[in-house]
């Protein structure tokens, strides 16, 4: 099993701890010299004299020592820890909305585009990479977490991640949760804003769709709340990409009920343990069963034993909303070819199973949730699809042979829909994917032993990625092919000159209603497109 939990989960690295002067004297040392950054200081420096507080909100370009680090601390896809990957002019990296502004004024007037980092779990690196000169706009600062048990709520700015909410949760209630990713170190800034879904999501819907207020800077540096922006805006930036429109400085969230005590299961099922079939069941079961259970899949090729033959593994990992008790007559009488016996069931707190489904023991101290110095790094390149109707078992067998040809670095993992996302209409909010849906698939293959992701193994593994995309296609769904947006993917197309261009990844994404509806919102807001990036929101 600590294999497994190895590949499925994330990997602990320690990063450097960062320590910087109080003094004006030594923030002005961190400062560029050349004449773009230097004209970019001076705007956002402050008048007085009293520059303790400004000296706390650092301001760091590459010619000192620090950028380097700061810049990578949140990289979370270390394929683009590389010296080739374009970097930022300057990062800022406010302690309060005050400084947000100033940046944002002094990029606007002095020539910069901006990107927006929360947490850096970017599939992409779009949040922190670009080519051309950018103001990375970096909220590790501002990660402060406000639970209101008593309204069932809770404000978040966008630099704390995951983890930090859950744990803060914890720490007031153990009758409420938030329907959020399994990570947790996925920042909440950028993760509310295309759509987040996680464990919950049968019982409670997507993350967004438990967003009940924001606090909002437009592109003129306006702070706008729900009622101030219009029901437009605070629609298209809940799952329809909010850094395309704006900065979000505080989402208010919406705490859901859950049980003091879940139930969580794991286990594994090979080929010749009859795989084949009980995945091809669990796409009809999974999707429908009561809405208080969900069951993840993850799969991989293995070889058996010492031998040189190889199997198909699916781990099967569930949490059910209550006992032991009630769950396992449920199993027996929807799934009894999953086998889940008694013995392998837990009863833990909703903030144990995140650290179990993070691959970890659900012994281990939950305060592991708000350790900065053990954060997860990806190395990999992924894609998503949807599953709309049940994939018939010759289609199975087909999947399972091509994952048998890699070289053991690739992984699927499946989330089963249904339940209460079928509730939504696709255009709800942004975020399209609901009934119908069946499942999610996120594929990807990992670039572990290579020195980068442009070796000739590590571009072997791409171009095995592409052909089982290509693979699937007569499986996933159609007109469009969807795709998740949090899981961005380049190899859909980065064009946004005209519709026929954007429309090859923004329909994708969001299908063409709310995309349509996205880009005339964009043009009232931010006409000058000041806020792009690949496969943002365009402006025509």
Same mark, same amino acid.
């Given at each position: ?8 989960s994330?990997?602990?690295?320690l990063?450097l701890?960062l320590?910087?002067s109080?003094?004006?004297a ?8 050349? *004449?773009?950054t ?5 705007c956002?420096q402050?008048k007085?004299?009293?520059?303790t507080s400004?000296s706390?909100q650092?301001?760091i370009?590459p010619?000192?020592a620090?950028f380097?680090p ?6 979370q896809?270390t394929?683009?820890?590389?010296p080739?990957?374009?970097?930022p002019?300057?990062i800022?990296? *406010?302690v309060?909305?005050?400084l947000?502004q100033?940046a944002?004024f ?5 020539g910069y585009e901006?990107r927006?980092?929360s947490?850096?779990h ?9 080519d051309?000169?950018?103001v990375?706009l970096?909220?590790t600062?501002m990660?402060?977490?406000?639970v209101?048990?008593a ?9 704390a991640?995951l983890?930090e909410?859950?744990y803060s949760?914890?720490q007031?209630?153990?009758?409420l ?14 993760y509310m804003?295309?759509g987040g879904?996680g464990n919950?999501l049968?019982?409670y819907?997507?993350a967004a769709?438990?967003v009940v207020?924001?606090r ?5 540096g306006n702070?706008l ?6 029901k437009?805006?605070f629609?298209a930036?809940?799952g329809g ?7 979000v400085?505080a989402?208010?969230?919406?705490l859901?009920?859950?049980p003091?005590k879940?139930t969580?299961f794991?286990?594994?099922?090979t080929l ?5 079939k009980?995945f091809?069941?669990y796409?009809?079961v999974?999707?429908?069963i009561d ?6 899949t993850?799969?991989f090729a293995e ?9 198909i593994?699916?781990?099967f990992?569930g ?5 032991r008790d009630t769950?396992?007559?449920l199993?027996?009488?929807?799934f *009894?070819?999953?086998?889940?016996r008694?013995?392998?069931?837990e009863e833990i ?7 179990v489904f993070?691959?970890?023991p659900s012994s281990?101290p939950i ?8 954060i997860?790094k990806l190395?990999?390149?992924s894609k998503s699809?949807?599953v709309?109707?049940?994939i018939p078992?010759r ?9 048998m040809?890699n070289d053991?670095s ?5 989330? *089963?829909?249904g339940g209460?996302m079928a509730d939504y209409?696709?255009?709800?909010i942004?975020?399209p ?5 069946l499942?999610?698939i996120?594929k990807?293959?990992?670039f572990?032993?290579?020195t980068?992701d442009?070796?000739p193994?590590?571009l072997k593994?791409i171009m095995?990625?592409?052909s089982?995309d290509e693979?699937?296609t007569?499986y996933?769904?159609k007109n469009p092919?969807?795709?998740?947006s949090n ?9 946004s000159?005209?519709?026929e ?9 969001r299908k063409r209603d ?5 880009i ?6 931010d006409p000058?497109?000041?806020?792009p ?8």
């Open positions: 099993m600590k294999k497994y939990s190895q590949i499925r994330c990997v602990f690295l990063v701890c320590s910087f109080n003094s004006w030594n923030l002005s040392s961190l400062v560029d010299v050349t *004449p773009g230097e004209n970019f200081i001076s956002i402050p007085s004299n009293n520059v400004f706390q650092l301001i370009t010619v000192n620090s380097i700061i810049w990578q601390v949140a990289v896809n394929r683009f820890l590389k080739s990957t374009p970097k002019s300057i800022v990296t *406010p309060d909305e005050t947000v100033k944002l002094c990029a606007k007037k002095h901006m927006i980092r947490g850096g970017d599939y992409e690196g779009l949040s922190y990479t670009a051309v000169p950018f990375m970096d909220f600062n990660r402060s977490i406000d209101d048990v309204n069932r709520s809770a404000w978040v700015q966008p630099g991640v983890g909410l859950y949760i914890s007031k209630t153990d009758t949760y938030f329907p959020a990713g399994v990570c947790p170190t996925v920042g909440v800034g950028g804003g295309g879904y919950l049968r019982k819907g997507t769709d438990n207020d924001v909002f800077m437009d592109v003129n702070i709340d729900r009622k101030s922006m219009g437009d805006l629609w930036i809940r990409g909010a850094s395309s429109f704006g900065i400085l989402w208010k969230l919406r859901v009920p859950v003091e879940v969580v794991i286990l594994n099922k010749e343990e009859g795989a084949t009980i091809h069941k796409q009809y999974a999707p429908t809405r208080n259970l969900h069951i993840r993850q799969v070889y058996i034993g010492n031998t040189t033959k190889k199997t593994r699916i781990m990992e949490i059910y909303q209550g006992t769950l396992l007559p199993l027996d009488e929807k *009894p070819e999953l086998g889940v008694r013995e392998i069931c707190r909703s903030i144990q199973s995140t650290v993070w691959g970890l281990t305060e592991i949730l708000t350790n900065r110095s053990a997860a190395n990999n390149k699809d949807y709309r109707t049940p078992i289609g199975l067998r087909k999947i399972w042979r091509k994952l040809q053991g690739a992984l699927l993992m499946i989330n *089963p829909f209460r209409s696709e255009s709800a942004p975020y994917h609901r009934a119908g849906v499942l999610q996120l990807t293959v990992n572990n032993g290579q980068s442009t070796t193994t590590s593994r095995w990625l592409r089982l693979l699937l007569p996933v769904s092919r969807e795709a998740y899981y961005n993917d380049l190899d859909l197309g980065v064009g000159s005209n519709y261009e954007a429309s090859l990844w923004g329909e994708r994404y709310n995309f349509q509806k996205l005339r919102i964009k043009a009232k807001v000058d497109n000041f806020f990036r690949p496969q943002s929101i365009p402006v025509f």
